[in-house]
C-alpha cells in the first residue's frame, strides 16, 4: 500500500524495526526521556495494533512513523513523527492519510488522535476535528 503522491518515501506495517532509528524518531521529536528505556522500544512496536514507518526510498532510513493502538473497534493514533529535515515536504500528512487507511482496513470504527496543542490544522487536512466537548487527561505515575 505505497502512496504514490510522494515518491520518495514508502510506508510499510511493522511488527519490529530498528530500535536506534526509532529512538532517533522519538528524540527528534522531543519525546524521549533519558531515564526511558530504549530496550522497551521492541515491546513497543509488538504491542501496537498497527506501527508505521516510512522509508527513504534513497537511503532506506526510516524518516517517519506512527502508531494505532486499539482494542479492536476504536484506535488511537500516536506518536505521529517525521524527522526535522525531511518536514515540509507532504510527508506527515501522507503518513497520517496511510494511517486512517490502515486502520479502516483494519476493520477500526473510530479513529483518534493523540496531537500536540497547537497542531490541530496539521490534521484537520486528513479530515480529524477537534471536539471541545471532549477532554483527555494524562494521569502520570510518581516514584
Not at 503522491?5 to 527528534?28: C, G, P, T
Not at 522509508?55 to 479492536?72: C, F, H, N, P
Request: some cysteine.
Amino acid at each position: 500500500m505505497e502512496n504514490k503522491k510522494f515518491n520518495q518515501v514508502s510506508f510499510i506495517s511493522v511488527k519490529n524495526a530498528d530500535i536506534d532509528s526509532i529512538l532517533k524518531l522519538y528524540r527528534d521529536a522531543g519525546w524521549w526521556k533519558e531515564e526511558y528505556d530504549p530496550k522497551e522500544i521492541p515491546r513497543l512496536i509488538e504491542s501496537s495494533f498497527i506501527f508505521i514507518i516510512g522509508l527513504s526510498k534513497e537511503t532506506q532510513e526510516i524518516i517517519a512513523m506512527g502508531r494505532v493502538i486499539s482494542d479492536g473497534f476504536y484506535g488511537i493514533i500516536q506518536d505521529l513523527c517525521v524527522l526535522k529535515k525531511y518536514r515540509g515536504k507532504g510527508i506527515g500528512k501522507l503518513l497520517i492519510d496511510f494511517m486512517i487507511d490502515s486502520a479502516k482496513n483494519a476493520g477500526l470504527f473510530r479513529i483518534i488522535l493523540v496531537a500536540e496543542p497547537g497542531t490541530e490544522f496539521l490534521y484537520q487536512k486528513s479530515g480529524f476535528i477537534s471536539d471541545r466537548n471532549q477532554i483527555f487527561l494524562l494521569h502520570t505515575y510518581q516514584e
